[in-house]
């Protein structure tokens, strides 16, 4: 048996996307996979040193990635007018940004990326991602970007949408919004690469076709949700564009790394190569 390393986040669409291969539930053959989740950033940082055979990560990250890692046409996170939220203690416009404290989960994230865009510079610090809402709460931060379920509980703690990062961003290009997709590392060689890149396919098709059972699944995954909640959140974020990205899910990460790249948000210039 060969194992191999696969990193993704303790949040329910990766759970519902990884369920079958993390219960045996599909055929593998020789390979056998050891799950390490991690939070996004810190996946980021680990992809950016290599350690991971495969590896979730977000789309800024790639551009940083690159020489290492080929990206899969499918397990990618796409929100179609919808994404990471900006929210506050109190209500106030994007452009209230510019002044404020705003907690992050993370440079590398593609919340943090979409912010700059939309807002340029602003002032900030990195909090692991499920302390941000508290940390706002609390008036550790003037506003928080949150990333994964927060974005459907927030309310919860009396906070107020600032901005709708996904709607922000079809606003300005009618396309969906890219967040995070997976790295397969290229040195593994294609025949390996393209026999992984069929597995977790295989995986997310599993999940699909088995949702209640995936999404119980999931649920163990899910801060503070029920399962009518985790369903909603694995709906929004395991998709049409999870199955596989399409000619308008490629525009969209096209897209958004050029427009980072002429912002001069990330260093160089990216041409995504997606492993089929």
């Keep these: 048996m060969r194992t191999l390393t696969l990193g993704h986040s303790p949040d329910p669409d990766d759970a519902f996307m990884f369920y079958a291969l993390a219960k045996g539930l599909i055929e593998t053959g ?11 950033e810190t996946l980021n940082q680990r992809a950016r040193r290599g350690e991971l055979d495969i590896t979730a990560l977000s789309l800024h990250a790639y551009a940083y990635v690159a020489d290492k890692y080929a990206l899969l046409a499918c397990g990618a996170s796409m929100g179609e007018r919808y994404g990471p939220l900006v929210v506050a203690s109190e209500p106030m416009a994007l452009s ?25 510079d602003f002032p900030y610090v990195v909090m692991p991602f499920d ?50 997709v997976n790295g397969v590392r290229k040195d593994l060689g294609r025949p390996l690469m393209q ?55 490629r525009r969209a990460v096209a897209e958004l790394l050029d427009r980072a790249s002429a912002s001069r948000l990330i260093p160089h210039s990216v041409t995504c190569e997606f492993l089929e």
């Excluded at 020789?30 to 996004?40: G, M, N, P, S, T």
């Excluded at 026999?195 to 088995?210: E, F, K, P, Q, T």
């Design 131 to 180: 302390q941000i809402l508290e940390a706002v709460a609390k008036g550790k931060a003037d506003a928080g970007l949150i990333i994964h379920e927060g974005q459907l509980t927030y309310a919860r703690l009396g906070l107020h949408r600032v901005a709708d990062l996904g709607e922000w961003w079809y606003g300005e290009t009618g396309l969906p919004l890219p967040l995070g």
């Design 195 to 249: 026999r992984i890149a069929r597995l977790i396919r295989a995986s997310i098709d599993y999940g699909l076709a088995h949702r209640a059972e995936a999404v119980r699944h999931a649920l163990g995954y899910a801060r503070d949700m029920d399962e009518p909640l985790a369903d909603r959140f694995v709906a929004m974020y395991v998709n049409e564009y999870t199955v596989d990205l399409g000619e308008r899910g």
């Design 96 to 120: 209230d940004l510019r002044q404020c404290r705003v907690a992050v989960p993370g440079p590398l994230t593609t919340a943090f990326l979409v912010l700059r865009l939309a807002v340029g």
């Design 30 to 40: 020789d390979l056998q996979f050891e799950h390490i989740l991690q939070d996004i």
